[in-house]
Nanobody
Framework: VQLQASGGGLVQAGGSLRLSCAAS????????????MGWFRQAPGKEREFVAA????????SYGDSVKGRFTISRDNAENTMYLQMNSLIPEDTAVYYC????????????????????WGQGTQVTVSS
């Protein structure tokens, strides 16, 4: 499975960005809806941290404490794409943002753990200026 993250950039504090993660290369018998998806971020000198996750159907989501109420994760299974709408950005949101995927059974829990994800995108830089 290949994941391509895009949409990062430079934005002023208080601004918004929307990240996208396009998925492709599914094994035979699998589709985008076979995978739970998540966003993580890593700032310079810090560990990679959980941002948000969504189950295969898009009906259940989870967020890291630092982004709750400001970020919204969603997915379009018809387009094989996941999104992260980021509003009210602050300088502390500056990081490389990575999308991740892992096969999950329908009815399974949201995956929020870094090491639970098998597939990773290359990352997209988000810089928030004060």
């Amino acid at each position: 499975v290949q994941l391509q993250a895009s949409g990062g950039g430079l934005v002023q504090a208080g601004g918004s960005l929307r990240l996208s993660c396009a998925a492709s290369g599914f094994p035979s018998g699998f589709s985008f809806s076979s995978y739970s998806m998540g966003w993580f971020r890593q700032a310079p000198g810090k560990e990679r941290e959980f941002v948000a996750a969504v189950i295969w159907s898009g009906t259940r989501r989870s967020y890291g404490d630092s982004v709750k109420g400001r970020f919204t994760i969603s997915r379009d299974n018809a387009e094989n794409t996941m999104y992260l709408q980021m509003n009210s950005l602050i300088p502390e949101d500056t990081a490389v943002y990575y999308c991740a995927a892992d096969v999950t059974s329908r009815g399974g829990p949201i995956i929020t753990g870094l090491y639970q994800y098998t597939y990773w995108g290359q990352g997209t830089q988000v810089t928030v200026s004060s």
